[in-house]
């Protein structure tokens, strides 16, 4: 079992930076992908960033590439998703998310954190 607990929401004007952090408890092991995905009011939750565990390779939505890098700590089992040039339409709820490789679903969810990027 793997409980997420991510910080480092905030608000911040457009262009600004924030970084967010994911810390992870429990049993962490080579073959698991973390991910960020988002969810702003009214909209569907869509897929931000994931980064495999044990290669360290990620990949991005378009919408956050070049802008946002992805990164994790094995040390203190936590990931990061560095943001910046944010955007008004970066804003929303930001969730940590876990799976194993292999696996089609995320099964591990953190409770989230807000971001909100004004104009």
């Known amino acids: 079992q793997v409980q997420l607990v991510e910080s480092g929401g905030g608000v911040v004007q457009a262009g600004g930076s924030l970084r967010l952090s994911c810390a992870a408890t429990g049993r962490i092991s080579g073959s698991i992908i973390m991910g960020w995905f988002r969810q702003a009011p009214g909209k569907e939750r869509e897929f931000v960033s994931a980064i495999v565990w044990n290669e360290n390779t990620a990949r991005y939505s378009d919408s956050v590439k070049g802008r946002f890098a992805i990164s994790r700590d094995g040390r203190k089992n936590k990931v990061y998703l560095q943001m910046n040039s944010l955007k008004p339409e970066d804003t929303a709820q930001y969730y940590c998310?876990?799976?194993?490789?292999?696996?089609?679903?995320?099964?591990?969810w953190g409770q989230g954190t807000q971001v909100t990027v004004t104009s």
């Open positions: 998310a876990g799976k194993m490789f292999g696996v089609d679903e995320y099964h591990y």
